[in-house]
């Protein structure tokens, strides 16, 4: 039996799939690297393009203006397309009630109510609205390209959220952040029921880095934390999934401090707790990271040109000699005064 759904209807779908999926325990989805991924033999990427001076997408691009390096050598491609409407894309706009604070959530939600208002409330993408808390996902508002609306039912989501305190020192911080890779994780897998370009816009500065943490707390995990870290650099790439970070508030000591983990992981025993937090891997899937500052909805507002605006490079992927074997890509676009945004690394398999 086939069965022939229209935008709206596929939407949903895939939303009450991702709903369930941040929703089920850990313990019940099937362990990262299990089993070897299939054989890739084509291999596409999507690239945005921006103007360095006005932060615009740069449209009109043609493939001759594009060059893809693979490990450092020249890839040839195998097709070209260039998107420029939110035709089939959706964005997922996600409070952190985990991490940061019941008045910051508050003052978010102030901030995203009177974004979702401008312009008449009418809205380049459908935009969804997920509440994340230590208890999983417990409020969704379904996406609607229907700003006022969406806005209405923000104002709604009042009360305080369940979440972990600083109280709970060190093990409430490795509690916070093995709840929130837990459910980032499933939001990438729920990502295949979704169709077409999605972007997960993350609230806040996402979970901790546990840098701190006593050295007896982060023995043995590497290989678990770079088997999350394939799974997701390649499956966010794959599924067509861009994640941006939007954060209200002033710059301090530790603002930049994941630019310290940006670079590509390559083996386990590298593997640090802080590879896998959300400004690392929205910088290393080609998405952004934004704020803090005090003006939450031109954030957010950056965030969706990357589900309208793209262009999708696909090629022939290298045989991989053994299991997850570590590429770095670099775009280069031709044309001064423009800069290019991609997945910076994948991980081939035999």
């Known amino acids: 039996m086939h069965l022939h759904l229209n935008s709206d209807t596929r939407i949903l ?20 690297g299990s089993a070897p991924a299939a054989a890739q033999k084509s291999m596409s990427l999507d690239v945005a393009v921006t103007d360095k001076a006005t932060g615009k997408p740069a449209t009109g691009l043609a493939q001759g203006d594009f060059t893809l390096l693979d490990n450092g050598q020249p890839v040839k491609f195998s097709s070209f397309q260039a998107t420029d409407s ?25 901030a995203v109510s009177k974004y979702l208002r401008l312009n008449g409330g009418k809205l380049p993408v459908p935009i969804s609205i997920l509440v994340f808390t230590n208890k999983g996902v417990t409020d969704q508002i379904p996406a609607s390209a229907d700003g006022n609306d969406l ?19 060190e093990s409430g911080t490795q509690e916070r952040y093995d709840v929130s890779v837990n459910a980032f994780m499933n939001m990438v897998r729920a990502a295949k029921a979704i169709p077409g370009k999605k972007a997960l816009i993350w609230l806040g500065h996402g979970w901790p880095m546990l840098e701190d943490l006593n050295p007896q707390m982060v023995l043995k995990v590497e290989q678990h934390v770079f088997q999350s870290l394939v799974e997701a650099s390649n499956q966010m790439r794959e599924e067509h999934l861009t994640v941006c970070t939007a954060e209200l508030g002033s710059q301090d000591e530790t603002t930049f401090r994941y630019q310290n983990y940006v670079k590509g992981v390559k083996v386990a025993k590298k593997t640090n707790y802080s590879n896998l937090t959300v400004k690392v891997l929205a910088v290393n899937g080609g998405g952004q990271v934004l704020g803090p500052d ?22 022939d992927a290298p045989h991989a000699a053994g299991a997850d074997e570590y590429h770095e890509l670099k775009v280069q676009v031709g044309k001064p005064g423009l800069t290019a945004r991609t997945s910076a690394v994948y991980y081939a398999q035999p």
């Open 294 to 315: 005090n003006n939450l909805g031109a954030q957010i507002d950056k965030c969706l040109p990357d589900t309208t605006n793209f262009y999708t490079l696909s090629f």
């Open 151 to 169: 806005a209405t039912k923000v104002d709604q989501l009042t009360g305080s959220f369940p979440t972990i305190t600083d109280d709970a020192g």
């Open 86 to 110: 939110g035709e089939s894309a959706v964005a997922f706009l996600i409070f952190d009630a985990v991490n940061v604070s019941v008045n910051e959530v508050a003052n978010e939600r102030i």
């Open 13 to 32: 779908l895939g939303l009450s799939l991702l709903w369930f999926a941040m929703s089920v325990p850990a313990s019940s989805q099937a362990p990262s």
